[in-house]
């Protein structure tokens, strides 16, 4: 959403970030790497549903299988894992093998084989999964209650130290470098903006997501993008 935030740094001031691969702990069993993509992931599916395996990084950097705490009221849950909906510190920072994002219970996943810098504007982006849609919300500061398009955008950029002050959708549209990159795409026009990261898309709007949902989500990727001019962070 265009809003009267400040001006930011006109292009992205994030390099290329060495791939980060990671290894399970000892016991956990150690995913294959895939090879790299060649080309921006834009395969379309309302299906975005995921079952394979599931890691977490903990605090101390181990990576560990991903155990989800049970719910609320329920004895005997392992513990690891953090649902949609509790504290944002409490998030886990979650992995998968390979190179796409997977869906996991409303957050999302990181690919193990991503830069370290596409994993956490995933990570950072899963702080604010489920906050309500509030105009302007993320612009006067990346802490808010409730997050627009374009600040949650600017907030996920933000963790990953690509983006120094929030931006507007129209301001999007001249950031970076042009078109989509391997691991990102920024939508944008004059009255709406949304990234995709490694093959999910965050967003605040429903469009195309058959959960009808508002506020900051990961979402399928869309069809089309037709009316959107398409950037991404240099070297991403």
Same mark, same amino acid.
């Given at each position: 959403?265009a809003?009267?935030?400040?001006? &930011?740094?006109a292009?992205?001031t994030? @390099? $290329?970030?060495? @791939?980060?691969?990671?290894?399970? +702990?000892?016991?956990?069993? &150690?995913? +294959? &790497?895939?090879?790299?993509?060649?080309?921006?992931?834009?395969?379309?599916?309302?299906?975005i549903?995921?079952?394979?395996?599931?890691?977490?990084?903990?605090?101390? =950097?181990?990576?560990?299988? #991903?155990? *989800?705490?049970?719910?609320?009221?329920?004895?005997? =849950? !392992?513990?690891?894992?953090?649902?949609?909906?509790v504290? /944002?510190? /409490?998030k886990?920072?979650?992995?998968?093998?390979g190179?796409? !994002?997977?869906?996991?219970? @409303?957050?999302? $996943? +990181?690919p193990m084989?991503a830069?370290?810098?596409?994993?956490?504007?995933?990570?950072?982006?899963?702080?604010?999964?489920?906050l *309500? #849609?509030?105009?302007? =919300?993320?612009? &006067?500061s990346?802490?808010?209650? @409730?997050?627009?398009?374009?600040?949650?955008v600017?907030f996920?950029?933000?963790?990953a130290?690509?983006?120094?002050?929030?931006?507007?959708?129209? %301001? #999007?549209?001249?950031?970076?470098?042009?078109? *989509?990159?391997?691991?990102? $795409?920024?939508?944008?026009?004059a009255g709406?903006?949304?990234?995709?990261v490694? =093959?999910?898309?965050?967003?605040?709007?429903?469009?195309?997501?058959?959960?009808?949902?508002?506020?900051?989500?990961?979402?399928?990727?869309?069809?089309?993008?037709? %009316?959107?001019?398409?950037r991404?962070p240099?070297?991403?």
């Amino acid at each position: 959403m265009a809003v009267g935030a400040p001006s &930011a740094l006109a292009a992205s001031t994030g @390099g $290329a970030a060495a @791939g980060a691969t990671t290894t399970p +702990a000892t016991g956990a069993p &150690a995913p +294959a &790497a895939p090879a790299l993509h060649l080309s921006p992931i834009t395969s379309h599916s309302t299906n975005i549903a995921y079952t394979g395996p599931v890691y977490e990084k903990t605090v101390t =950097g181990q990576v560990v299988p #991903y155990q *989800p705490l049970a719910p609320a009221g329920q004895a005997g =849950g !392992a513990t690891g894992g953090s649902p949609v909906g509790v504290t /944002a510190a /409490a998030k886990p920072e979650l992995l998968v093998p390979g190179t796409r !994002a997977r869906y996991i219970a @409303g957050l999302a $996943a +990181a690919p193990m084989s991503a830069p370290e810098s596409v994993q956490q504007i995933i990570w950072t982006a899963n702080q604010i999964i489920g906050l *309500p #849609y509030i105009y302007g =919300g993320g612009h &006067a500061s990346f802490s808010s209650p @409730g997050y627009d398009c374009s600040g949650t955008v600017s907030f996920a950029l933000h963790g990953a130290s690509l983006l120094t002050t929030p931006m507007d959708s129209s %301001e #999007y549209m001249g950031w970076g470098s042009h078109g *989509p990159g391997r691991w990102i $795409a920024i939508f944008s026009n004059a009255g709406h903006a949304y990234m995709t990261v490694a =093959g999910l898309r965050l967003d605040t709007s429903s469009a195309d997501d058959p959960s009808s949902q508002q506020g900051p989500r990961w979402r399928p990727l869309r069809p089309a993008n037709a %009316e959107f001019t398409v950037r991404h962070p240099l070297g991403f």
